[in-house]
């Protein structure tokens, strides 16, 4: 499996990326938004993490042009990680087109659920936890 988690700090990087190690899963990190699109024009991701608060673009404008893309990776399943705790947040992101929002600091165990959720929906052949 193969995972691309857009973050621009680098520690929270470094810590999923350990959690999914332990899963077998393979990690790419993104310190920015319009890396991380640019990655997603390069590779194939079995499931996105994205992070909302990072500096240029945002989390949900890099939302919103992946949805928008005019190909199969519209549809690739997007996690929001983030230690944003508004209210509506959860809503906003899952309008915005979010399959699963988790909140920081996320455990093993919720990662592990959310992406075992998203691999149920078919979106990917591996199996993590």
Do not use: Q, W, Y
């Amino acid at each position: 499996m193969k995972i691309l988690f857009i973050e621009d700090d680098a520690m929270n990087r470094r810590v999923v990326n350990d959690m999914l190690d332990v899963a077998g899963a393979t990690m790419i990190g993104a310190e920015s938004a319009e890396i991380g699109l640019g990655l997603i024009d390069e590779n194939d991701f079995d499931i996105v993490l994205l992070d909302l608060r990072m500096p240029g673009m945002d989390g949900l404008t890099a939302l919103g042009h992946i949805r928008a893309r005019g190909d199969a990776k519209a549809d690739l399943p997007v996690i929001v990680i983030t230690a944003d705790t508004a209210i509506d947040l959860r809503e906003r992101c899952i309008a915005a087109g979010a399959d699963e929002v988790l909140f920081k600091p996320v455990a093993m165990d919720s990662l592990f659920d959310a992406i075992g959720r998203m691999l149920a929906k078919g979106a990917g052949e591996g199996m993590i936890g």
